[in-house]
Structures are given as C-alpha cells and as structure tokens.
C-alpha cells in the first residue's frame, strides 16, 4: 500500500540529515529524544493518524456540523477520536511536563503535527485553538488562573477558543465593540458578541475556555485600548469544580467553503448579563498578549496549508502512477501507460515535490529555531534565532499557504476530471486549505507584517542575519561542483532579494508608501521564493555529499532531491527575478486608479 | 502474573508495496519499513490488560537482530514492563522449530504464568506458539479470543471454523497464540515513548540461553524456504488491474453481473 500524508523518507531526511535534531539531546531539556524516540514519536503520530484521523476527515467533510437551539453538534467521530488524541497526550507536545505537556523539540512536534494535520486538519484545530489558550494561560495566567484551566486545557479535558472577531472588527481588531466591567471581587462582566469563532461551542468536552479581547469602560480607543479576559463557558470554582452556565451563547453556525468538521460559531456574551471573565495578564495590554497566540497560531495555519499540500501531493503522485491514459509520446503504438508518463503531469509533479519539500524544511526550521531558544544560554544566539521566527512567520504562513493552496490546485489536475469529484480526496483538500490563506491574518495582512514590521526590525538586523545565514548555505554548496549553476541562480536571487529589499524599505518611508505597500505581497512572494531557493539547495548540498556513498535504496531519493533543486533554480527562479524587477519598478497604477474607475 | 509476550519484527504490509528479489526466492527487502507483527501487537494488549486488572509484569521478548530492539521499544511504550533480545548469529536462518528453541530458552530463564504468541505472522507458517508449548510440555491453545481469568486456570475462547467460538478450560502455566479482535490494542502515546527512551534492553545470546548453537539457524533447519513467488493465474481466475478505485468498480460490477449483489 503507498504511503498516505507525507513521505517518511523526507521527513526522516528533515529531521536527522538536514536538522540533525538527535543533536538536541544532548542538552539536558531534550535528552529523552534521542534518534530511537525521535523516530518513535513519528511512527507513533502516523500511525494515529493514518489509523484513527484519516477515516474521519471525509465524515466530518459530510456530515459537517449542525445547530439546534443553541446546541452544536460536532461529527460523532470526532469524540472518539479527541480522547484517543489525549490519551495519547499529543495536544501539548512541546509544554513543560508539569502543566501536563511533553517538553518535546518544536522540530520533532512539527513532524508529528504534519500528519495530523494532514489527517484531518479541520479536527485537529479543536486540540490546535485549545493548546493556543493554554499558552496563554501559561505565559499571562496567575498562579491562580493556571491550577485552575492550564492543565485541564493542555490534557484536553477542556477545550480552549480565541475569541477575537467581531461583525465591524475584523483584520481591524481595534474596532471591536465587547465590553468588560470591573466588579467589586476582582472579575469582570463581559458583555458583547464574537463572529467566527472555531469549536466556539460543542459537546466534545466538558468546558470551553475562551480567551476574549474586550474593551474596559473609559480604556482608550483602538488597540491600546484592549485588554484579554478568562471567560469560560461554565464557571470554574475555587475547587476547580464546574459551577454556573456562565451565559455564553452559541447564536449560529456558518456554513462554510472546506473544514465543515470544525464549527464555525457566533457567540453572545452576557446576553442576560451573567458572563463573567477573570482578566489574563494586564489591563490594555491584551494586544500584546494576543500576539503571542497569534504568532503561534500562524504557524499553526502555515503548517495547516502544508498539511493539504503534502497530502493532495502524495495522493497525486500516487493516482498518477496507477492512472492508466493514453499512449508514451515516444511510443505512440504502444498502448496506454500510467499519466506519470506524460511530460505535463511529470511538470505538475515536479513543482509540488519542489515546494512539498521546501516548505517542509522551512516549517521544520522554525520549529528547530525555538529549541535552539530553548537549549542555548548565549543571548545573542536568542536573538538572533527569535529573530528567524520573526521574520519567517509571514513567509510560513502567507507564502506556505498561497503555494499550498496552488499545489492543491496541481493535484486536481492531475487528477483531471475526478479531481472535481468530491468522491476522490484532492477536491475536499483544496476547499480545506482555502481559508488558511485567509484567517490568522490574510495573506496581505502578512504581506505587511513582513515589509511594515520585520523589514525593518532592529534596523534592518533580523533581514540581514537571514542574508547571512542563507550565504552560509550557498558557500557549502559551493563545494559541490555539480550543484554550480543551482547554486548560482540562488546566490543571484539572493543579492537580488536584497536590492529589492533595501528599495522597499525606502519607498515605505517616502511618500510613495501607499505604493510600497501594494507591492507588499509581490514582495512576500519573492522572499518566500528565495527562502524555498534556500531550503531546496540546504538539501541539494547534502544530498550531494551523500550520493556517493548512498545505499541502494537512498539513491532515488538523493537525486529526487537534486532534481527539486535543479527544477526551483532553473524554472521558478528566473521568474522571481522577474517578479523583483517588477517591484523595483515599483509601478503606480495600483494606487493611482480612482474607486470610480474600477467599474465604469 | 508474569506473562512473557513473543513478538517477531515483520514488514509493515500497510507502509510497504511488496515486490520479489531479483532473484526470485524471496521479498525484495532492501527498502522495508518494519513494525510490529498485528497478532503480537494483541497479544501484548491482551497481556498489558491482564496485568492492569490483577498486577504482575509484561515482558516481550523477540529473536532478532539488533534492529528488532525497535519493536521491544515500542511495545513497552504501549506498557510492558520488560524487554528482552534473543540475538546471536546462530540463530540466523532459523526455522520456526529454532526460533521456539531459542524462546523456550528465555523461558526457561524466568517464571512465567502465562506466554503468549500471536496466532501467526504477515511471514510465518503459525507454528512457533504450538512449538514452544510442546518443547516446554505446557498446555497450548491456539487462535484465543477471549481470556476469563480464574484460580490457577483461565477459561479461553477460541475461533473456530464458521465464525463459531468454543470455550475452554486451561490449567497455568500455559502457552497462548493470541487472534486478532480478541481485544482493542492501544494506540502508543508520548509519555510511553518518553518513559523508554533510555532503556537498556537486555541482550541474550544462544549460550546465555543454555542453547546449542548446531540446533538452532540455518544449520539447524530442517525447513528451508526453496521458492517464494506469486502464483500462476489459474482458468477461470481474473485479475482485477488500475487503481483501487479502478478495481473497486471492476469488482462492483462483476459481482452484479453475477448476481452477488
């Protein structure tokens, strides 16, 4: 049988050739992942998930969720499968063991979260958002506030939301209209309503703890204005007991494009005026807070997106050797052949293995940077990995996503006609990811976090370490002769990226910003061709050192690594060039055009 | 109650596309993924079951190389106690009767109330439980699917022909070739894997065992596999080809046309 989800050679090659993460054990927070434990984590997480999540993902696409008189219900084998997750304890894999996590590398949960999510992503959100509020809980909570929520959230004995859109606050969450009333013990009385809230209600767990941004009555307008709140859906006792519905309303569901196993919910809060919240970390600095989960929860959706592209990926791959159509080019009389064959499909194949195995790498990396935070004393190596993580979060969630989305697109094609079959799988996976290129912040919100915020960071630091730490890369390869041309179209890309970076950075704070910034997102997307340039001749330059002496099973697989490499400098670079001329160009039209000219 | 589980390291059919050497006597085994063989995953489940109820220890033990360590590791993550390596050379090539002399030899080294085997292997001839039994002069049942345990004795179901179930009375210590279904084995969690992570698994070679090293492996074979390969179509036999959708629908309709659906 072929492999579902991912493909394990890669993932081992991910984790133990390019990251050499058994390395990690070295330190003592790590030392229980050695190479066996790492390898057993994998085997494990896939086996539950090819096993346990996979057979449920296309019921929860069916069945969806439904909404009766205030109640949700979730598909049915979902239940069972949330209390296989926490028996399993998966829901907090990298969290201190004290508060129920599993103190694992970020790198190793990447790959673990790689096959949930690809198993069913829409079911992994309601573990996903739940872990995000634990994390609040541990970065902002009173001592108080973690006895009573953060191990009960991290062993998924209660679910965990993010309650921040409102019907006027959107992208703009300043915006927002919910109210908090301090009473005389300390609590706040929250008051207002919440759109778009994932697993905002459901009967998988006995409580739901919603984080809730609201506004305290005469705190400033706008984001400074915002302060976080503990709301749960009933109320916690000292005891940690259940006490009183705490007058948190499920008004309606929405019906949506892809993740119909997720409720999407609308929910009222202190409609009868009994909601009660208990503030999370301080007064007005709720932005703050939330930034920390929003971060996280970008990543979260980046590695969503991937999910559904190494997903939609391997089950293109593995129709187009089965597919029987039509006869070789080369062999017109020799009957039908399986569409591998057909140069068309092959391209198609080609460009998703390319970014499959970039975006993985980079995702992965990420990952690797937090236990490197995680492990070393020397400030500066915090700074500089924190760094990483700052300015390649845009490019893991904008980029990763809008390329997923395409490569998803790519697996219906090559599944031609059935692909728009919702019986096949690759259909379900496009309308799937399609919203990680839109909640967490859309991908042009993204866009601009890259150029307003991370460009910029520490004068400029945080884009030039990652120059520096890319060059590092191109000077290995260079010792590969057969990798030269590969590793020159990078290394032109590079100091092209560059130019284009310091060009855009002018224009932002000249007064053609509005310009800049509708080539923000062209900007995004050649950073992240350059990061997957990157990725892919990280890889090429190991696989090349390796070729040689490679066991007979490992050759296709080096050399498929080499012919990434050679497809993404050779075919997509040249286009990123292209793309960065066009930038630089920086062209008004975009801004220019009046709001009467778009229709006549 | 000790119970000692006998596991065997099997190529994983669900992760694996299955194809002969080039030499045609065997499975080409260069590019395998192994796990677990499924009956033994149900025996130690089974075990592991036992032991929660009524206390003791769980120990697993295979014959293998050092690659087999892999399976023990895993197994005692989902929750036995112990793990032990048969491993030594000698035992390379064995048929079933060697690898059940190597186990009675562990056997032999403890005290165990109940072994279990699994009812057979993805490659195996299902012989090694009923082997054991005989070597050591314990009672046997195979294909058990239900295990009520009593004073000194269990009483044990057992898949029959027909889908059928009889029920027996076994005196301990006795031998075990678990089936499938007999139970639900559980999935392996985080803290399991964390807890093994830095065994040391015991390694036993034929002379630790007491074992004479002419009477096990291929020397001590007297069953040699001579031929491994995918038999002719037969008349009146068809093969379904395509994808598994493709077959799928081929099957469908064959069996309308034929009047089984």
């Known amino acids: 049988m072929a492999q579902l989800i991912a493909d394990r050679r890669d993932i081992d090659f991910v984790l133990h050739e390019q990251l050499n993460v058994e390395e990690l054990s070295k330190n003592e927070k790590f030392e229980a992942f050695n190479r066996k434990t790492v390898d057993m984590v994998v085997s494990e997480a896939r086996n539950l998930a090819v096993k346990e999540m996979l057979p449920t993902w296309k019921e929860g696409d069916e069945v969806g969720c439904t909404f009766n008189a205030g109640q949700v219900i979730i598909p049915e084998s979902f239940k069972r499968l949330f209390g296989l997750f926490n028996d399993g304890e998966w829901l907090a894999m990298n969290e201190d063991p004290e508060w129920g996590g599993q103190g694992m590398p970020r790198s190793v949960s990447s790959a673990a979260s790689e096959y949930f999510n690809g198993a069913n992503y829409p079911f992994m959100m309601y573990p996903g958002l739940t872990h995000g509020a634990g994390k609040l809980v541990e970065e902002f909570g009173t001592d108080e506030q973690k006895h009573l929520f953060l191990k009960n959230l991290y062993t998924g004995k209660w679910t965990g939301t993010m309650l921040l859109t409102e019907p006027c606050a959107g992208s703009d969450v300043g915006a927002l209209e919910t109210t908090a009333t301090k009473n005389a013990d300390g609590t706040y009385s929250i008051s207002g309503s919440k759109i778009f809230i994932s697993g905002g209600e459901h009967e998988m767990a006995e409580n739901i703890i919603h984080p809730v941004l609201a506004r305290i009555e005469g705190a400033p307008a706008g984001t400074k204005g915002i302060s976080l709140f503990l709301v749960p859906k009933y109320r916690v006792n000292a005891d940690g007991s259940l006490g009183a519905f705490n007058d948190v309303v499920c008004t309606g569901i929405e019906h949506k494009m892809g993740i119909h196993g997720n409720a999407t919910c609308s929910l009222t809060l202190g409609g009868k005026g009994e909601c009660v919240g208990t503030l999370l970390g301080e007064e007005n600095k709720g932005m703050k807070a939330m930034f920390v989960m929003m971060n996280e929860a970008r990543l979260l959706v980046g590695m969503q997106g991937f999910s559904c592209a190494t997903t939609a990926y391997m089950y293109a791959v593995n129709y187009a050797k089965e597919r029987i159509q039509g006869p070789n080019l080369t062999k017109p009389a020799g009957g039908g052949v399986p569409i591998i064959q057909h140069p068309d499909v092959r391209r198609q194949l080609l460009i998703m293995k390319s970014y499959v195995e970039a975006m993985r790498s980079l995702l992965y990396f990420i990952g690797y940077c937090n236990d490197v935070i995680a492990i070393t004393e020397d400030a500066a190596i915090k700074d500089k990995y924190q760094g990483f993580i700052e300015i390649l979060t845009p490019v893991a969630k904008g980029y990763v996503t809008d390329r997923s989305f395409e490569v998803c697109n790519h697996a219906i094609q090559v599944y031609g006609g059935y692909g728009f079959v919702e019986e096949y799988p690759v259909a379900q996976l496009m309308r799937d990811c399609r919203i990680t290129m839109i909640y967490e912040g859309t991908n042009g919100i993204q866009a601009m976090d890259l150029l307003g915020r991370k460009l910029g960071m520490n004068k400029g630091k945080v884009f030039m370490d990652l120059m520096v730490e890319i060059q590092k890369v191109i000077k290995e390869s260079k010792a590969h002769e057969s990798l030269a041309p590969f590793t020159a179209n990078v290394e032109a890309a590079l100091n092209k990226l560059g130019e284009t970076a310091m060009h855009m950075g002018k224009t932002a704070m000249s007064d053609k910003v509005m310009n800049a910034f509708a080539f923000a997102h062209p900007f995004l997307e050649v950073t992240g061709d350059v990061v997957m340039a990157w990725m892919l001749l990280w890889r090429g330059t190991i696989a090349a050192s390796k070729l040689s002496d490679a066991k007979k099973k490992d050759l296709p697989f080096y050399e498929g690594q080499l012919k990434s490499l050679e497809y993404f400098t050779c075919n997509v670079l040249p286009v990123t060039l292209g793309k960065m001329d066009v930038i630089k160009a920086t062209n008004g039209a975009v801004v220019d055009i009046s709001e009467d000219s778009f229709i006549g | ?261």
């Open chain 2, 1 to 261: 109650m000790e119970i000692l589980v006998c596991v065997k390291r099997v190529p994983d059919s669900a992760e694996n596309e299955i194809v002969m050497n080039s030499a045609g006597n065997d499975i080409e085994r260069d590019d395998l993924v192994y796990s677990v063989n499924e009956w033994d995953n149900y025996a130690v489940e089974e075990a592991i079951q036992i032991v929660e109820k009524v206390g003791g220890t769980v120990t697993v033990v295979t014959v293998g190389d050092a690659d087999a360590d892999e399976i023990l590791r895993r197994e005692m993550a989902m929750g036995a106690e112990k793990g032990l390596l048969l491993q030594d050379d000698a035992f390379e090539g064995s048929d079933c009767k060697g690898i059940a002399t190597a186990l009675k030899g562990a056997v032999e080294k403890g005290k165990y109330d109940l072994i279990f085997t699994g009812a057979q292997a993805d490659e195996g001839a299902g012989a090694v439980g009923g082997m054991l039994a005989a070597m050591l002069d314990l009672p046997y049942a195979s294909l058990v699917n239900k295990i009520e345990l009593g004073d000194g004795k269990l009483t044990i179901g057992r898949e029959i022909e027909g889908g059928n179930r009889e029920m027996n009375e076994i005196s301990m210590p006795c031998v075990l070739s678990i089936q499938t279904g007999i139970n639900e084995p559980r999935y392996v969690g985080i803290r399991g894997i964390r807890k093994v992570s830095g065994v040391e698994i015991p390694v036993m070679s034929a002379g630790d065992l007491g074992v004479d090293a002419g009477s096990v492996g291929a020397a001590g074979a007297k069953v040699k596999k001579i031929d491994y390969f995918v038999p002719e179509k037969g008349e009146g036999a068809e093969m379904l080809e395509g994808s598994t959708e493709e077959i799928i629908d081929k099957l469908i309709e064959i069996l309308k046309a034929n009047g089984g659906l």
